[in-house]
């Protein structure tokens, strides 16, 4: 007389069990995209785990655009961390940033001074062997970039 309720009942939990398993693990990729400050000095490994859990969340591209938001933000302070390659990276991390809210005044600040920091490092790389007018132009296009 039970196994009449019993069949439904099974059914629907393992229903709900296999919904649940298919939802994004949405608090595992927020858990890997930390909010890590621009000047913070992290570990590459740890840079590394910041960058696959932000770059997770922004393939899905099932958040909000303020959500997305802080995940570029968050990815662009780990690519800042780990070298001067990752400035780059940065950059257009900040940039797309700005571009899905663009009242985030953390990531309009932090794009200037990584922009700032990118051009100092290019212009002292540069220096090297180059004519004095071809650094000034670099100058000149880091300081009126309307960033």
């Known amino acids: 007389m039970l196994m009449g309720w019993r ?3 099974d059914l629907a939990i393992t229903g709900l069990a296999l919904a649940l ?3 994004p693990a949405h608090a595992d990729g927020w858990d890997d995209c930390k909010r890590t400050d621009f000047y913070a000095k992290i570990s590459s490994a740890d840079a590394d785990v910041i960058i696959r859990g932000c770059s997770a969340i922004i393939d899905a591209g099932a ?3 303020k959500n997305l938001a802080i995940a570029y933000y968050n990815r662009a302070n780990a690519y800042q ?3 001067d ?4 990276r940065a950059i257009e991390d900040y940039d797309r940033a700005v ?3 663009p009242k ?3 990531a309009q600040s932090t794009r200037r001074t990584a ?3 990118a051009c100092v490092w290019v212009v002292t790389y540069l220096r090297v062997g180059r004519p004095a007018s071809e650094i000034v132009e670099i100058i000149d296009d880091c300081t009126n970039n309307p960033v």
């Open 81 to 83: 961390s780990k070298d």
């Open 7 to 9: 069949r439904p009942f």
């Open 21 to 23: 398993l298919a939802l």
């Open 63 to 65: 958040d909000t655009a």
């Open 99 to 101: 571009a899905l809210n």
């Open 115 to 117: 922009y700032n920091r």
């Open 104 to 106: 985030y005044e953390d």
């Open 85 to 88: 390659w990752g400035r780059t």
